[in-house]
């Protein structure tokens, strides 16, 4: 399972603690939330592959803040799973026309939840049956560990492999150096910043092999976006 990271948006407190623990159980990453402010403070700090967001929340409600994300570049392709009690055919469509990508209606048992999860990062390339995340002809196999191009597999270390795992689930988005470190080195490690630059150095040597060193393109005064454009 690649290390995938699901934001729980729910304000209910014993139910997003059943949600967390049921997430983690299926080896997701979760991240917390109790309201749609939380949440965008959850979305600056974290990388989110989908989120779970309950339709009622106090405030602005979760239809309205999935309509708000969708509308917004940097979130427009974030998948999103409405969960709801509300089972009527008119709010599904609702909820499906602002952009949310499947719906789940309350009570659902553990195993639907996270089948659906499943078959939304499917659908969003975030994750296949065999645990390869494929961009062009660049191949990387969480089981495996392997970073590939055209079949053929690069030497990358640990932390390489990490780097590339968040730049391919990531494509054409610039981030920071400060962003790179909290995401893939994690935001309890102190480490410096230039430390980034160094893997990425690397990874462009490796990639250079293969006539491939552009994939890593740096944003001067921003960071560094990964992206098969050229």
């Known amino acids: ?35 749609a402010e939380q949440a965008m403070q959850a979305l600056a700090d974290n990388r989110v592959d989908l989120i779970v967001l309950d339709w009622m929340l106090p405030g602005i409600s979760g239809v309205e803040l999935a309509k708000r994300l969708k509308n917004e570049p940097g979130f427009k392709e974030l ?3 409405l969960l709801t009690a509300r089972s009527e055919e008119e709010d599904k469509i609702r909820g499906l026309e602002i952009g949310a990508d499947d719906y789940v209606t309350k009570p659902f048992s553990p195993k639907e939840l996270v089948a659906r999860i499943k078959a ?12 390869q995340l494929s961009v062009g002809d660049l ?21 390489e492999f990490r780097l590339m795992q968040f730049f391919m689930t990531n494509p054409d988005k610039v981030y920071s150096r400060t962003h790179l470190l909290d995401q893939v080195w994690g935001r309890s490690v102190y480490i410096e910043e230039r430390t980034v630059d160094v893997h990425i150095r690397r990874l462009r040597k490796i990639l250079a092999t293969y006539g491939r060193e552009e994939l890593i393109q740096t944003v001067r005064g921003f960071g560094y976006r990964f992206s098969m454009a050229d």
């Open 79 to 81: 998948p999103i799973i």
């Open 120 to 131: 939304v990062m499917r659908r969003s390339g975030k994750l296949s049956e065999s645990g």
């Open 1 to 35: 399972m690649p290390n995938l990271n699901i934001l729980v948006v729910e304000d209910e407190e014993a139910i997003r603690e059943m949600l967390a623990m049921v997430l983690e159980q299926a080896e997701f990453q979760v991240i917390s939330a109790g309201s």
């Open 139 to 159: 191949t990387l196999d969480t089981e495996q560990h392997r970073l590939m191009i055209g079949g053929r597999s690069l030497e990358v270390s640990p932390t």
